[in-house]
T-cell receptor, first 113, second 115 residues
Framework: GDSVTQMEGPVTLSEEAFLTINCTYT??????LFWYVQYPGEGLQLLLK?????DKGSNKGFEATYRKETTSFHLEKGSVQVSDSAVYFC????????????FGDGTTLTVKP | GAGVSQSPSNKVTEKGKDVELRCDPI?????LYWYRQSLGQGLEFLIY????????KSGLPSDRFSAERTGGSVSTLTIQRTQQEDSAVYLC?????????????FGEGSRLTVL
């Protein structure tokens, strides 16, 4: 079945540091890939997505590129801020109409001033 | 409503009691999902509804767990004879197959603590 493996946390960075959170997946067909973010005390919300190979999703300074050859979707940000402290989830959904999404275990990021 | 609404936000119960968790999806969203998030774990899929039917209930952990959806809108997740291992945050999400992009819209969750 489908699975998502993401970098274990927690990750602690200083403000303005470079961030990478690794994510790899196993799936049949051509899934869509997502990063969701969960800020303290809030629900999960979509951060960015990519629906086909070589697509780059971007939002709020975060980027991730759909790499089919390495089955990866690593999340990057060039300069993190304290407000980026949150839990980040990598996820995939199959290329069918609706149906369940599969999530990684989440990576907790803490950014210190 | 403007977003996915879940209630209660927090529930503390005694082992052996039944609990009901409610989800009110975004208006017009025909797909509805229940996930469970245990401490330090990822999201565990429980069940998926399309309209009032559940094409995929493969994630329900045991027959103590059940869910229903009525009127293509509100859903209730019921846990009978709760056990301590049921303690978790139960998340509901909805989506619209129209122009399907795979994005899920989540509520803030119901935190269940079984003593």
């Amino acid at each position: 079945g489908d699975s998502v493996t993401q970098m274990e946390g927690p990750v602690t960075l200083s403000e303005e540091a470079f961030l990478t959170i690794n994510c790899t997946y196993t799936a049949t067909g051509y899934p869509s890939l997502f990063w969701y973010v969960q800020y303290p005390g809030e629900g999960l919300q979509l951060l960015l997505k990519a629906t086909k190979a070589d697509d780059k999703g971007s939002n709020k300074g975060f980027e991730a590129t759909y790499r089919k050859e390495t089955t990866s979707f690593h999340l990057e940000k060039g300069s993190v801020q304290v407000s980026d402290s949150a839990v980040y989830f990598c996820a995939l959904s199959g290329n069918t109409n609706a149906g369940k999404s599969t999530f990684g275990d989440g990576t907790t990021l803490t950014v210190k001033p | 409503g403007a977003g996915v609404s879940q209630s209660p936000s927090n529930k503390v119960t005694e082992k052996g009691k039944d609990v009901e968790l409610r989800c009110d999806p975004i208006s017009g969203h025909t797909a509805l999902y229940w996930y469970r998030q245990s401490l330090g774990q990822g999201l565990e899929f429980l069940i998926y509804f399309q309209g009032n039917s559940a094409p995929d209930k493969s994630g329900l952990p045991s027959d103590r767990f059940s869910a229903e959806r009525t009127g293509g809108s509100v859903s209730t997740l019921t846990i009978q004879r709760t056990q301590q291992e049921d303690s978790a945050v139960y998340l509901c999400a909805s989506s619209s197959p129209a122009g399907w992009t795979g994005e899920l819209f989540f509520g803030e969750g119901s935190r269940l603590t079984v003593l």
